[in-house]
T-cell receptor, first 110, second 113 residues
Framework: RKEVEQDPGPFNVPEGATVAFNCTYS??????FFWYRQDCRKEPKLLMS???SGNEDGRFTAQLNRASQYISLLIRDSKLSDSATYLC???????????FGAGTRLTVKP | DVKVTQSSRYLVKRTGEKVFLECVQD?????MFWYRQDPGLGLRLIYF???????EKGDIPEGYSVSREKKERFSLILESASTNQTSMYLC????????????FGSGTRLTVV
């Protein structure tokens, strides 16, 4: 079983739609959680950290469920520019042991 | 902003060649990492370093070595390139003891023919 698993998609949604991705992780000792965004042929960039209480950044909401060992990302009012691959990242320690999911591909269409 | 610079964007090498991939950061980050990214497999850690002259194997170190002689520079070496090392190589840095995640370089797409 992979340490971090994501549905690879693709998710094809119209502009303005709400879309959610889930990610599950296998190591219950995981401490830090992140969502990264990766555009085609570009490097991953940090989208947001995920906190235990859940957190929101504009149209993006991240949630953590430690009991079920999954994190989620919700995107509201999707924009064309949201089209990208979203990587789920989990870490046991501070910055030295990060594990990446293979990514979920999102395409937002006009 | 942290800047992580990888020396080449695209590289084509022949089987058996020794290949050097360079990564330089302009912040004082202790931790540096080399990943490769392949379709369907995600990012896999090759090696990382948490200090000058220190290195630790990641999940797939076979066929690779690294060098960190200065804090700002972390080099990945393919001792004898093979076609199965064709991949996107990403360097990343991070500050110890923070929860800020990694900052990546723009990547080197290596093709071994």
């Amino acid at each position: 079983r992979k340490e971090v698993e994501q549905d690879p998609g693709p998710f094809n949604v119209p502009e303005g739609a709400t879309v959610a991705f889930n990610c599950t992780y296998s190591n219950s000792a995981s401490q830090s959680f992140f969502w990264y965004r990766q555009d085609c042929r570009k490097e991953p960039k940090l989208l947001m950290s995920v906190y235990s209480s859940g957190n929101e950044d504009g149209r993006f909401t991240a949630q953590l469920n430690r009991a079920s060992q999954y994190i989620s990302l919700l995107i509201r009012d999707s924009k064309l520019s949201d089209s990208a691959t979203y990587l789920c990242v989990v870490s046991k320690y501070n910055n030295n042991d990060m594990r990446f999911g293979a990514g979920t591909r999102l395409t937002v269409k006009p | 902003d942290v800047k992580v610079t990888q020396s080449s964007r695209y590289l084509v090498k022949r089987t058996g060649e020794k290949v050097f991939l360079e990564c330089v950061q302009d912040m004082d980050h202790e931790n540096m990492f080399w990943y490769r990214q392949d379709p369907g497999l995600g990012l896999r850690l090759i090696y990382f370093s948490y200090d000058v002259k220190m290195k630790e194997k990641g999940d797939i170190p076979e066929g690779y070595s690294v060098s960190r002689e200065k804090k700002e520079r972390f080099s990945l070496i393919l001792e004898s390139a093979s076609t199965n090392q064709t991949s996107m190589y990403l360097c990343a840095t991070a500050e110890t003891g923070t929860n800020y995640g990694y900052t990546f370089g723009s990547g080197t797409r290596l093709t071994v023919v």
